[in-house]
């Protein structure tokens, strides 16, 4: 199994939101790491044949996804990000419409909805209208119903939006489970889901591919760059207009703040580990801080 992009541009008319993309995946999980705008729906929609790159392609097993979209298809699994649903049908029926859209036999579409929906704890509910049911609920069964087909390739734009601690636990579980020898390529906010799921990070930064690698690769590239350094009240306003602070907190000496800088923000500063998170500030800055 692989899945490639090759120099994926795509332009809204002037404006340029994918620059030349390219990477290819064997199986595993990815996690799509970049700030709001920064072109992961666009990449998504494009990979699952929504929407049309301007350059470039996606290939399946060598084969161009777009000269026979179908073939792909059955093995795509999908969650949009405007995932949409039909709030009178029950949840088993919108599992059962989804099936029958992808050509699945009835019978074992049937069986596969039981047990999706069981998955993502939802076959308490499975014959209530998808209209009662909670945001999370929504959500898992976005999950459930991209997974029917038992799909090859597993795309999930923002599968943890609305989700609660629990529930976010309860998803990475069902994606370790399911992922073994297939693609799942997740993009997510929450930098501990990415943490926890992803064998491998992508981050797109402003439509570029700026890196990719194991969280601790990446991790790795700004040790010396993270600082933990105690503030004065009448010093705060100004640290925290010229550095990158990845956390803030009152102590009995000040401000505790945690900063990363390519130079020592201060002369009592101290180096720290850092963290997904720090490196997630560190390319998502903004341009004032670079
Ligand atoms: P992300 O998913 O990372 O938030 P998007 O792919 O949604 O990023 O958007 C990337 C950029 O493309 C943004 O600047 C957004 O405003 C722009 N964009 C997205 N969809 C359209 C569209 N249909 N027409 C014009 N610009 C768009």
Known sequence: MLLELNHITKKYDNTTVLHDVSFALKPGVYGLLGSNGSGKTTLFRIICGVMKQSAGSVKYNHDDVQLNPDAFRSVLGYLPQDFSYYPDFTGMKF????AALKGMNKNYAKHRSLELLKLVGL???????????SGGMKQRLGIAQ???NDPEVLILDEPTVGLDPKERVRFRNLISSFSE?????LSTHIVSDIEYIADEILVLN?????NRGVSSELVSTIHGDVWECV???????????????SNQKHSEKGT??????????TRDALQVQPTLE????????????K
Do not use: T, W
Not at 95 to 98: Q, T, V
Not at 206 to 210: F, Y
Not at 256 to 264: F, G, T, W, Y
């Open 95 to 98: 599992m059962l419409y989804i």
């Open 146 to 148: 991209a997974m029917i």
């Open 181 to 185: 020898n297939k693609i799942v390529i």
């Open 278 to 289: 720090d490196l997630y500030l560190y390319y998502f800055r903004e341009d004032s801080k």
């Open 123 to 133: 076959e308490d509910v499975a014959k209530k209208k998808i209209k009662k049911y």
């Open 231 to 245: 503030v004065e009240a009448s010093k705060l306003k100004e640290m925290v207009a010229n550095y990158v602070i």
């Open 206 to 210: 402003q439509g570029k591919l700026e």
């Open 256 to 265: 505790v703040l945690r900063i990363i800088s390519k130079e020592k923000p």
